[in-house]
């Protein structure tokens, strides 16, 4: 029987997927607030990623989303784009960081 996915799963894997390589001229603060599950946030740096819970003081980009949204577009069920386009999910801040968040993670 498989487990769900959820954002405490999801978060639990960031570090391993992430992509250094495709980090390169990133130094950006991710937030990602969701309203209803824990808020976290992903600091890239140096081609190194940090990833906290909570919220972040002074972020380049807020995504806000629900729990399912985030899951769907992780999993491949649904493009980002049209997730934002539908109005499931808003960004704030430096909204071109968020074309590049897709490639810093492995499938």
Known sequence: MSQEINVQRIFAK???RFNADNASGIEAVFQFTLEDADSFYLDV???QLTAAWGQHKDPDITLRLNEETLVNVI???QDGM???MKGL???EGNVML???LGKLFKR
């Open 14 to 16: 960031l570090t391993e």
């Open 98 to 100: 968020a074309t590049r």
């Open 82 to 84: 049209s997730a934002y």
């Open 45 to 47: 740096r140096q081609q």
């Open 75 to 77: 999993m491949g069920e």
């Open 89 to 91: 999910l808003r960004a």
